[in-house]
T-cell receptor, first 115, second 111 residues
Framework: EAGVVQSPRYKIIEKKQPVAFWCNPISGHNTLYWYRQNLGQGPELLIRYENEEAVDDSQLPKDRFSAERLKGVDSTLKIQPAELGDSAVYLC?????????????FGEGSRLTVL | QKEVEQDPGPLSVPEGAIVSLNCTYS??????FMWYRQYSRKGPELLMYTYSSGNKEDGRFTAQVDKSSKYISLFIRDSQPSDSATYLCAMTKAAGNKLTFGGGTRVLVKP
């Protein structure tokens, strides 16, 4: 069974440029999360989807970040314009249902460097 | 002060030793507690989870939760070089809610 797939794995951009990350969750997983992990820190939630609905986006910096999950499967996270402080690993995770107890499956992440 | 505190390490042990990891937290509403392992340039993978207080054992891994002290632990017996990774504790108030992670402890098991 394929895991959570993310692309690109690495991205280097200059500040003020836009960037987008793509995530394909495990087949059948209707709950999808985007986390951001800064160097030496644990992941922090940006947004949570149940199917195509964003049920928790309280920590998403909406002035520059946007996300969508069309048809309740793949998801895209966009940053426009990027700032130096956005350099981090962006992790996508999925789960079966919304009452899982611990079993979040993470992708390998998209590592962003903003110069 | 962060909701979940974890010593960043690194923690270096010889092969075969017991690795002891722990986290403290401040929010008494946390009910579910997890340990994730993260290899370099990979995503976290779930090792163990427990609900409320108590112990749970799975092979070489034992997780302990002491809610009265707001303290959780993970023990790795007979450690192997392949156990070298960053270990993240995580917790949540209810099933399906967002996870709050600690900063991770880097572990190095030397052959």
């Amino acid at each position: 069974e394929a895991g959570v797939v993310q692309s690109p794995r690495y991205k280097i951009i200059e500040k003020k440029q836009p960037v987008a990350f793509w995530c394909n969750p495990i087949s059948g997983h209707n709950t999808l999360y985007w986390y951001r992990q800064n160097l030496g820190q644990g992941p922090e939630l940006l947004i949570r989807y149940e199917n195509e609905e964003a049920v928790d986006d309280s920590q998403l910096p909406k002035d520059r970040f946007s996300a969508e999950r069309l048809k309740g499967v793949d998801s895209t996270l966009k940053i426009q314009p990027a700032e130096l402080g956005d350099s981090a690993v962006y992790l996508c995770a999925s789960a079966l249902g919304n009452l899982w107890a611990g079993e979040l499956f993470f992708g390998e992440g998209s590592r962003l460097t903003v110069l | 002060q962060k909701e979940v505190e974890q010593d960043p390490g690194p923690l270096s042990v010889p092969e075969g030793a017991i690795v002891s990891l722990n986290c403290t937290y401040s929010n008494s509403a946390f009910q579910y507690f997890m340990w994730y392992r993260q290899y370099s340039r990979k995503g976290p993978e779930l090792l163990m989870y427990t609900y409320s207080s108590g112990n749970k054992e799975d092979g070489r891994f034992t997780a302990q939760v002491d809610k009265s002290s707001k303290y959780i632990s993970l023990f790795i017996r007979d450690s192997q070089p392949s156990d070298s990774a960053t270990y993240l504790c995580a917790m949540t108030k209810a099933a399906g809610n967002k996870l709050t992670f600690g900063g991770g402890t880097r572990v190095l098991v030397k052959p």
